[in-house]
């Protein structure tokens, strides 16, 4: 079993910053990459930024030059930095956890960001 929790999500204007943060526990030695994906009211669900055990990493268009995905091995624990922070980036954003860099076999229950005034 791997759980995934997040947080850090809320209220913040637009300008902002934010910083969420996925914990992962049970069984986690097979997970190959971590990200996060969001999901706007009425929207498909879209990849915002992953990175693999490698440190290798992928940023959606619309993150790149605002958002930082990092990773910590040793705490099991995946950040997503957001700044400048705009109103369309209001969504519920999910972690998720893969087998490989394509895959997405374990997903938190997601944690919502409003940006707005």
């Known amino acids: 079993q791997v759980q995934l929790v997040e947080s850090g999500g809320g209220l913040v204007q637009p300008g902002g910053s934010l910083r969420l943060s996925c914990a992962a526990s049970g069984t986690i030695f097979s997970i190959y990459a971590m990200g996060w994906y969001r999901q706007a009211p009425g929207k498909q669900r879209e990849l915002v930024a992953a990175?693999?055990?490698?440190?290798?990493?992928k940023y959606a268009d619309s993150g790149k030059g605002r958002f930082t995905i990092a990773r910590d091995n040793a705490k099991n624990t995946v950040y997503l930095q957001m700044n400048s922070l705009k109103p369309e980036d209001t969504a519920v954003y999910y972690c998720?956890?893969?087998?490989?860099?394509?895959?997405?076999?374990?997903w938190g229950r997601g944690t919502q960001v409003a940006v707005s005034s």
């Open positions: 998720y956890g893969g087998h490989s860099f394509y895959r997405t076999d374990y």
């Open positions: 990175i693999a055990k490698n440190n290798n990493t």
